[in-house]
């Protein structure tokens, strides 16, 4: 970042070589841990949004792209900047295969048994996806998705139950986590 060479990288992602183009998302990626790296990523999100959709379905470019969007959408610093894709990702997750489909084994993340740091992140993502869905405090998207998609999953009542029992967590952390997403479900 100090040298400059969070842009050389990421003029990668338009290579046409996708070994290349993979590469360069996952060194990325790899940037996007550092918070101070972030602000030089965001700017690209919406190049990788579009390669995302564009590109293959399932292949190692798409995984790429859905693992550095996943990353820079942890804090709510970002995850702003993926409002216009949601119903997109929603599709991409709904269809992928085992690498990037999430199924309805996605619920088992709120148990309580779970590592923390898994749990935090995953609250994380929920209340990151709610916050894009919503604009002024109402649905802004509402897309038809079948049961058992990412959609659906998050807005059931078995994934609300679910986390509304970890507001007994033994984690401080994980319970003020919950607090602050109870409203929202």
Do not use: W
Not at 70 to 95: A, C, G, K, P, R
Request: with cysteine; charged share 20%.
């Amino acid at each position: 970042r100090e040298l400059g060479g969070i842009p050389i990288v990421a003029n990668k992602i338009n290579h046409s070589n996708q070994s290349i183009k993979e590469k360069a998302l996952n060194a990325l990626n790899n940037l996007s841990v550092n918070v101070e790296n972030q602000i030089k990523i965001k700017i690209y999100i919406s190049q990788v949004c579009e390669d995302v959709f564009s590109g293959p379905l399932n292949s190692a470019v798409q995984l790429a792209g859905l693992t550095l969007l996943t990353n820079m959408t942890v804090t709510n610093d970002h995850q702003h900047m993926l409002h216009s894709y949601i119903t997109d990702l929603f599709q991409v997750l709904l269809t992928g295969n085992g690498n990037t489909k999430v199924d309805s084994s996605f619920l088992s993340l709120y148990d309580s048994h779970v590592a923390k740091e898994i749990l935090l992140r995953v609250l994380t993502l929920f209340q990151n996806i709610k916050n894009c869905l919503k604009i002024e405090g109402h649905l802004a998207v509402q897309p038809t998705f079948t049961e058992g998609s990412l959609f659906f999953l998050l807005h059931g009542e078995e994934c609300a139950q679910k986390i509304r029992a970890l507001v007994d967590h033994h984690d401080a952390e994980v319970k003020e986590k919950v607090v602050t997403i109870i409203p929202k479900i």
